[in-house]
């Protein structure tokens, strides 16, 4: 299994030269399982960038095909997707049908209790106030899919998505093929007892990887704990790497992975961020855009 992270913020890109090394592209992570089927996580601007990769590939003739999921459809975790090049190309006939084996594939995943509101979600940011192409102009095949009890195999692999806490509600996923696993646990929030969300251990029990949402520092998100003065980021859907490291030694993962940067932490803040959660668990580190993992 490999792991690409194509975008890293949160909230909105941060491009320029404060956010090189870390990146400024809005979420999107790149899973290639061992039986090489292409799954991609959420499409915020980070997709862009992964497009213009796969254009270099089968896709460039309408012949790929990959499976996305969404955590939920706030605006940084879809606005990427009228930019993916690759969900332009395909063949149409006179009538406007997409020609079978001519066009690319994209299986679209959303929670299965929400009904049509991923492809009202995704539709509606290309309507026509707000882009100059709406989705029906894409020419590939693009297939709108529930998660019929939370749980999915597409190949040797599995992807089961349980409820985290988040406004408006999130899904975290954990990927596994049998040889190796990984969480994803973006845009979640530590519950404000002191408790660790079971749902989250359930997902990250023994992985390998577990990718996790540490937007803020604990200051950032209680500053009356540290008698700073507020307002605080309690209730917004994000936590700390502090909170990720507790929830990932007791459940056991193997490696940490914080992502979802706060949009005003620079490469710098970012660098310090690190090496105090360092201090505090060794297998952590910060996502950086372009990272990949081997598993």
Request: charged residues 25%.
């Amino acid at each position: 299994m490999i792991i690409k992270f194509w975008g890293v913020r949160g909230s909105i890109p941060t491009p320029g030269r404060d956010t090189v090394e870390f990146g400024g592209n809005t979420t999107c992570i790149e899973v290639i399982t061992s039986s090489k089927e292409r799954i991609i996580f959420d499409a915020g601007t980070g997709i862009r960038v992964l497009g213009l990769e796969l254009m270099k590939t089968e896709f460039a003739q309408g012949k790929g095909r990959a499976h996305i999921f969404f955590t939920h459809s706030h605006w940084d975790h879809i606005q990427g997707f009228p930019f993916f090049a690759p969900a332009y190309i395909g063949r149409k006939d006179m009538q406007g049908n997409r020609i079978n084996d001519c066009c690319n594939e994209f299986n679209l995943y959303g929670a299965a209790d929400v009904g049509d509101r991923l492809e009202a979600t995704l539709r509606g940011q290309m309507d026509n106030y707000y882009f100059p192409v709406d989705l029906n102009y894409l020419s590939s095949k693009i297939n709108f899919k529930t998660l019929k009890d939370n749980r999915i195999t597409i190949g040797d692999t599995t992807i089961s998505a349980l409820k985290l806490v988040h406004p408006n509600g999130v899904l975290g996923y954990r990927i596994e093929d049998g040889k190796s696993s990984v969480a994803l646990a973006t845009d979640c929030e530590h519950p404000s007892d002191g408790t660790i969300d079971q749902n989250l251990l359930r997902l990250s029990e023994n992985v390998d990887v577990l990718i996790y949402d540490g937007q803020y520092t604990p200051e950032e998100y209680a500053p009356h704990k540290f008698d700073l003065p507020g307002p605080g980021k309690q209730g917004f859907g994000h936590s700390t790497a502090e909170e990720g490291i507790r929830a990932a030694k007791a459940a056991g993962a193997k490696r940490l992975v914080i992502t979802h940067h706060k949009p005003l932490h620079n490469d710098e803040f970012l660098r310090r961020m690190e090496e105090n959660a360092r201090k505090l668990f060794d297998a952590v580190e910060f996502a950086r855009e372009g990272m990949q993992i081997d598993l």
